[in-house]
């Protein structure tokens, strides 16, 4: 029985895999022992995944293969929430691009992974450049003969370069296509080797000291005799008694904002997915020398002070009035303060955050800003960035060019039983 020809166009494909994968291996290594690949663990691993993959089968590759056998996601895994295999593909693309623009001499296999595809494709070069027929032109005298020829170079060299730039553009507009909006906001974070800084602050905590504890239990027998009790439950004290400021004692193991935390395990795990290294850095633990040398995450807001300083000049700018924190639209009318079931115990039913994106935030590094007036504004403002389906929605409206700007977003939540639910964008602004 013959071969249906689209089994024997795989054939066919897979024995010239076969032959050629004395050349194909080598060039493999030599791809992921360069520059643009010796430090990118996550990248080596993919494209080694990927082009052994084609060599060892004629089926092409499916993002879901990848994201559970590489990236060790579920098998049921939403692929359209998660975004893993398409940036890390991306991002392949564009080391493979840079390696072979600095290249020379060209190698004789060329590993490709096509726009659309997660399966390499493999380019047999020649070995021997290809040289056009010569023009003859007539010359007006021996001694222009090499003014001609000069001329005729420059006009080669100049029409090679205007193609070569062809070239280029189209890969890049074909890899934008491909991007979605969610994949767009996080992409300047691998534009540096550097990890991400996920920056919280840490407030003041005062705690009460033996001498405190010990007072009380002497008018309470049987109070406070462990270690776990001083740590779990609070002195409870009359409100009109009177302590001692010796009774208390600064303790530096304490003090990160409930929502701060949250924000961090869920921006770290995203990072995670996307492949990039992160590093997140409490209170004193990062300078503005850090700020520098990295992009980062910023996460809190009055808490923070680093949020403050650098979204003081923004449009959109932590502020307070009258004893009441707010975000207020600087030159505009508009603001947002956290609204209270109960102001007496601070029960939160709505929160508002800012979401920046800063290609430039003064640090010389790309910033992203992640605050809420209130800790459950900062929670919500996480998840926002963090969920391809809301940031999608928020930034479908923006727009061509947006990926090139400054961005700052106004998200707002409504808070059920101290929980944020989704956060939804109330303003925005650009530039």
Known sequence: MGLKQGQAASYSLVAFEEEKKPLILPELDQILESRFFRNAGRSKQFLRYVVQHRLD????????????????????????????????????????????????????????????????????????????????????????????TRRWIILAVCVSLLFAGAIVIGVRHARAAQNTGFDEFWNPVFSTPQPVLVCLAKATVYRPTEALYNRYARAHPGSFQSAIEKYDRRVPLDAKEKIQWDEMREDPAF?????DTYAAVTLSALLGKLGKPDQVRIGADYSFSDLKNSPSVIVGAFNNRWTLQITSNLHFA?????????????????FWEERYRDTNNLDAIEDTAVVARLLDSGTGQFTIVVAGIGELGTQAASEFV??????????????????????????????????????HVVATYSW
């Open 57 to 148: 089968h004629a089926e092409p590759l499916k993002e879901r293969t990848i994201g559970v056998e590489l990236f060790e996601r579920a098998p049921d895994y939403a692929t359209g929430d998660d975004p893993v295999v398409r940036v890390q593909a991306g991002e392949v693309r564009r080391r493979l691009e840079q390696y072979y623009a600095a290249t020379t001499p060209e190698p004789p296999i060329r590993i490709d992974i096509p726009v659309g595809s997660y399966s390499p494709v493999f380019h047999e070069t020649s070995a021997e450049p290809v040289h056009p027929a010569p023009i003859e032109l007539p010359l007006p005298a021996t001694r222009d003969h090499k003014k001609w």
């Open 386 to 423: 963090t969920r391809p389906d809301l940031l999608e929605s928020a930034l479908r409206p923006l727009g061509p060019g947006w990926q090139k700007k400054n961005l700052e977003l106004v998200v707002q939540t409504t808070v059920t039983d101290s929980v944020p639910g989704p956060a």
């Open 255 to 259: 003090g990160v904002a409930r929502g």
């Open 318 to 334: 932590f502020t307070g009035q009258n004893g009441q924190n707010m975000i207020r639209e600087q030159g505009g009318s508009r």
